[in-house]
C-alpha cells in the first residue's frame, strides 16, 4: 500500500500556528475517514482528528477541540490540519492516515503510516 506524505511542519513559538498537508495516493475506495494522530517522545500515538470523505463531518479529541481544524480535498485525496494556538504540549511527530475507523469508540488509523511531520512548539 502507498504510504501518505505528511508535511508543513516546523518549529513555532507558543500562541502559533502551523497548517500541515497529507496526500494519500494510497487511499482505499472502502475508506470512510482521513485524520490526523500524533506521537510524542516516549507517548503512544495518539488521534488528533478525522473528517468523513463523503460528508466532510470532523471529529477532534478533546486536547485540540476549537484550536485544530482539520479539511479534506476528495478530488485530490489530500488532507489539511491547521492548528491554531499551540502549546508546549502539541509538540509531537504528526502523522497521516487514509483509512480511519472506530474501534471500541476509539478512532484508529487502519491504512499505511508515512514517516510524519515534526512539530515544535517552543519559545
Known amino acids: 500500500q502507498v504510504q501518505p506524505v505528511e508535511s508543513g511542519g516546523g518549529l513555532v513559538q507558543p500562541g502559533g500556528s502551523l497548517r500541515l498537508s497529507c496526500t494519500a495516493p494510497?487511499?482505499?475506495?472502502?475508506?470512510?475517514?482521513i485524520g490526523w494522530f500524533r506521537q510524542a517522545p516516549g507517548k503512544e500515538r495518539e488521534f488528533v482528528a478525522t473528517i468523513a470523505w463523503s460528508s466532510g463531518q470532523p471529529y477532534y479529541s478533546d486536547s485540540v477541540k476549537g484550536r485544530f481544524a482539520i479539511a479534506r480535498d476528495v478530488a485530490n485525496n489530500a488532507a489539511y490540519l491547521v492548528m491554531n494556538s499551540l502549546k508546549p504540549e502539541d509538540t509531537a511527530l504528526y502523522f497521516c492516515?487514509?483509512?480511519?475507523?472506530?474501534?471500541?469508540?476509539?478512532?484508529?488509523?487502519?491504512?499505511?503510516w508515512g514517516r510524519g511531520t515534526q512539530v515544535t512548539v517552543s519559545s
Open positions: 492516515n487514509s483509512d480511519v475507523q472506530i474501534r471500541v469508540g476509539d478512532w484508529k488509523g487502519l491504512g499505511s
Open positions: 494510497g487511499r482505499t475506495s472502502g475508506s470512510l475517514f
